[in-house]
């Protein structure tokens, strides 16, 4: 009986694939080889032999490396008695890039830098990573990450601050160290809210004192403020009488007319433009009668109980002041006076019902001009919630 057997020549079924690792890395290398017969595989390293003639297995070789330092081809050898092959594995010892070179902001606008930096390293870089932080504060950096150029506009930032840049490369190994920082000043704008605490005063029977405190969003260097006044508060602010000042924060204006009403905004501008006025304060140009109360707040404390809140005029020789609300749109008017203070709770209301309050404060030579009406709404019944 005779039986045929067939036989093939060695062939890789799995060949050795190439690597990157960082210098002192690991890794192993896996070669599979089939034929008939089976044939024997090992490792070499250029002419050195890395598998002993009576250790090497059949069909499946993997090689440990350890602690690589520098970069090394690697053979896989598989003999038959039909014929022998080979395949070669690259490994490379690529190391995590160095730092880009010391970016330079080379634009800014109110809300942006520009940013352009040289590379820093021969071989390819697959993107940078950008990290920024406001100076003055303290904590992690934020990321603008797959950036593909040397050149970046960084946008959203505050106007006229300060900021901390730094750019970081990346290959495929990772992360390399950051670059050094750089510091960059965005842009002014003009302020986006008003002066605050806006307060007036009479010093004579025609002239007067305000003053207010800066803008909480200068957005750049206040250069100067726009006190504007009028008799008439429903026409447009470019009608009204205008006072312009330095930026300190306080002003006096005189030559007004006696026994009347002025309605008094100011704004706040820089080198770019003029901010939003603040919101309409008034005064009697009646010399001794207290300043309207500024600031002027109102807080539902349960459902019966309103908390009024406002600021103490300076220098005001206030005896009462005066106070009114009513309830809803039309409600009955009641009026309270009581003694000099910064707040006054309203008790024994309705639940659930909107109240609206004005106040005024009063010195012997008489009361001076209301707050505009400011509104609150009680709390629900706690018995009706208890109900629901």
């Known amino acids: ?60 070789n993997v090689l440990e490396l350890n602690n ?3 970069s090394a081809n690697y ?16 490994i490379t010892v690529k190391a995590l890039p160095k730092p880009p070179t010391e970016p330079l902001a080379t634009e800014t606008t109110a809300t942006s ?18 990290q920024y932080k406001p100076k003055s504060l303290e ?60 307060q007036a005063r009479m010093l004579s029977a025609s002239t007067m004192l305000v003053q207010w405190e800066q803008p909480e969003e200068p957005n750049g260097q206040i250069r100067g403020y726009r006190v504007y006044y009028t008799t008439d508060p429903h026409l447009p602010l470019s009608m009204w009488q205008k006072h312009n000042t330095d930026d300190s ?48 707040q109102a807080e539902a404390e349960s459902d019966t109980r309103i908390l009024l809140t406002w600021l103490p005029a300076s220098q005001e020789r206030i005896t ?6 009513w309830e809803g749109e039309d409600g009955t008017q009641q009026k309270v006076e009581f003694d000099p203070t910064s707040s006054y709770a309203v008790e024994g209301l309705k639940p659930d019902t909107l109240y609206k309050f004005r106040l005024g404060a009063r ?3 008489g009361v001076g001009v209301y707050t505009p009406t400011i509104e609150a709404r009680t709390a629900q019944s706690s018995k009706f919630l208890t109900l629901c």
């Not at 919101?279 to 009668?289: A, E, H, L, R, S």
């Open 1 to 60: 009986l005779l039986v045929a057997v067939r036989r093939v020549a060695p062939r890789f079924s799995i060949p050795p694939s190439n690597h990157e690792v960082m210098p002192g890395g690991s890794v192993n290398l896996t070669c599979v080889a089939v034929g008939a017969p089976m044939p024997y595989v090992k490792w070499m390293a250029g002419v050195e032999e890395l598998t002993k003639e009576d250790e090497m297995p059949v069909g499946r």
């Open 68 to 70: 690589i330092v520098q």
């Open 75 to 90: 053979t896989c050898v598989a003999i038959s008695s039909l014929g022998m092959i080979e395949a070669t594995a690259q």
């Open 113 to 130: 830098v520009t940013l352009t930096w040289d590379s820093g390293n021969s071989d390819p870089i697959s993107y940078y990573v950008i």
């Open 139 to 198: 904590g992690q950096f934020q990321e603008v990450d797959g950036v593909a150029t040397t050149r970046y506009s960084i946008g959203g930032l505050s106007p006229f601050s300060e900021y901390e840049f730094r750019v970081i490369a990346v290959n495929n190994i990772g992360r390399g160290p950051p670059s050094e920082l750089v510091e960059a000043r965005t842009g002014e704008q003009a302020p986006s809210s008003p002066p605050l605490k806006v």
């Open 249 to 296: 924060h306080l002003t006096t204006v005189g030559s007004l007319i006696t026994g009347t009403t002025y309605s008094i905004r100011v704004l706040a501008f820089t080198s770019v433009g003029d901010g939003p006025p603040s919101d309409i304060i008034q005064v009697k140009t009646q010399q001794g009668v207290p300043a309207q109360p500024a600031d002027f």
């Open 320 to 325: 009462k002041y005066e106070l009114l609300y």
């Open 363 to 365: 010195s012997e030579l």
